[in-house]
């Protein structure tokens, strides 16, 4: 149990942190990054830099490191969570040069050149040699995989120390309080299928996380010190960030007391069960929960509320529609975008992805506007089909809720500000035969005789889950 805690959603692109300092406080979210940067001031960039230049490397971190241009001993890291959770060995130990040695492609190339089908023989025996020279007889050569995952374990180290140093500086800039601060433990929120799930050893990338963690000097929550994504995401949205207790157990009435839920407690006869169903498309992965609340039997006015959670991530977001784009612009562009720096990127993607109308460059002129309309399209619509049928199937997963029950749909992530992902959610969800009360979204308008939407506070959308991984819920004692 601790009374205050920290916690983390290590974001692929953008980290948050949240605070509750005492155990029925509000949970809020901490302004790491510096005034007038960017346009959130809680979400600060996970990019990493070492910076070669020098006699001696030197790392960056947060927004000096996102403005920073790779190439010519720069070193730029974005997305290195992938790496974190990536499991090696998922894929067959084989390097990308064995590969092409013995793909398809280099006998057909071999066979255009007129080169012996023998000599391709020799060189990948050749190479064979050459790997048992490196790794020893018998030894396996370590998989990209793994090499990947062991720089992205160093990058996490370096980064959580740079953090906790932002993090207890914004602490600082808070009315006093007389805590000290550095010694609050911390929580990290992961994808759901890294979670803990109660038994058996850890996931490999919450092991990585939490030994990062302890090297950066943070002390790790003595019970809970990792919480899935999406059911933190969704304890943060639907709190509104409120810790309630009394006697020493949470009021689950209290903290879930808002908007509907109020509703189906008052009239458990009309409305027997509250559902919300909450996405949260990230640069990573997007992330599904469904939590229902069942308000305990008889009359009681504030029950004690039963919650059931089904939670699913999927390794599937904005970086993936990143990628996309950069392989379907015209190759200047494309070569143009594989450099440019994390700071541009986030530019470009409100640009490119919602509005359509492109960014200006002076280099390669505009970039995602009408000219190349097409490939954007093309990108947006492949994603868009992976996401209408993950959300399709995790709604057909789901147990089915008795007739009458009250259901909302919150989308949030960054990525939910692409209007072409949440329109994706609202039909596929809807199209699975879902009626909502309500849509909470960022930037979400009203249709003329569409249902009712809310729209959905920056900090909700994008801190939800920092603030429910603070939440009073996850403390066991509690409960
Ligand atoms: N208005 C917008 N239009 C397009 N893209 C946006 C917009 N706002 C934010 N994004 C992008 O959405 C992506 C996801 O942001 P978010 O902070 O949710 O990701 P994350 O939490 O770091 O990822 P994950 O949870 O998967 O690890 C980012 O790449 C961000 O630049
Ligand atoms: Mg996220």
């Not at 001031?41 to 996970?46: K, L, M, Y």
């Amino acid at each position: 149990m601790a009374d205050r805690v920290f916690c983390i959603d290590f974001g692929s692109a953008y980290t948050k942190v949240a605070l509750r300092r005492d155990p029925t406080a509000d949970s809020t979210l901490l302004a790491c990054r510096p005034a007038g940067v960017g346009e959130v001031e809680f979400c600060v960039p996970s990019t990493v830099v070492v910076d070669r230049r020098g006699a001696k490397p030197v790392p960056e971190f947060g927004d000096r490191a996102a403005g920073m241009l790779a190439g010519g001993g720069v070193d730029v890291h974005t997305n290195w969570k992938k790496a974190i959770f990536l499991a090696p060995g998922a894929r067959p130990h084989q390097s990308p040069l064995e590969a092409l040695l013995q793909s398809p492609e280099l006998a057909e190339l071999a066979a255009k050149y007129g080169v012996a089908a023998g000599q391709i023989g020799y060189l990948n025996q050749l190479v064979a040699a050459a790997r048992t020279l490196v790794s020893g007889p018998g030894g396996r050569m370590i998989s990209a995989e793994a090499q990947q995952q062991t720089l992205a374990a160093t990058i996490a180290a370096h980064f959580f120390h740079w953090l906790r140093q932002q993090v207890l500086e914004a602490c600082n800039k808070l009315p006093a309080t007389g805590l000290k601060y550095d010694s609050i433990p911390v929580r990290i929120s992961v994808p759901a299928f890294a979670a803990p799930t109660g038994g058996g050893d850890p996931h490999p990338g919450c092991k990585l996380l939490t030994d990062a963690l302890g090297k950066a000097g943070w002390p790790l929550h003595p019970d809970t010190a990792v919480v899935s994504e999406p059911y933190a995401n969704a304890v943060g949205v639907l709190t509104k960030a409120t810790n309630a207790a009394q006697k020493g157990h949470i009021r689950l009435g209290e903290m879930f007391g808002k908007g509907p839920l109020i509703t189906v407690m008052k009239s458990t006869a009309d409305h027997p069960v509250y559902r919300a169903l909450v996405i949260d498309v990230g640069a990573f992965t997007t992330d599904f929960a469904a939590v229902t609340i069942t308000p305990a039997d008889g009359n009681d006015a504030d029950p004690d509320a039963r919650v059931g959670v089904s939670q699913q991530s999927i390794p599937l977001g904005v970086s993936d529609l990143d990628e996309r784009l950069v392989a379907a612009l015209p190759k200047e562009k494309g070569e143009f975008l594989r450099k440019a720096s994390p700071v541009d990127w986030e530019d470009l993607r409100p640009a490119v992805y919602s509005t359509g109308k492109g960014y200006r460059t002076a280099k390669v002129g505009i970039i995602g506007g009408p000219a190349d309309g097409d490939a954007v399209l093309g990108c947006v619509e492949s994603v868009v089909n992976q996401l209408t049928a993950e959300a399709s199937k995790f709604v057909a997963s789901l147990p089915a809720v008795p007739h009458g029950a009250l259901q909302e749909l919150i989308l949030t992530g960054g990525g939910c500000s692409i209007p072409a992902f949440r329109d994706a959610l609202q039909g596929a969800t809807v199209g699975a035969g879902l009626t909502f009360v309500k849509t909470h979204a960022p930037d979400l308008k009203k249709t003329v005789g569409g249902p009712p939407v809310g729209k959905l506070d920056v900090a909700f959308a994008r801190g939800g889950s920092a603030l429910g991984g603070a939440s009073l819920y996850f403390e066991p004692e509690y409960a």
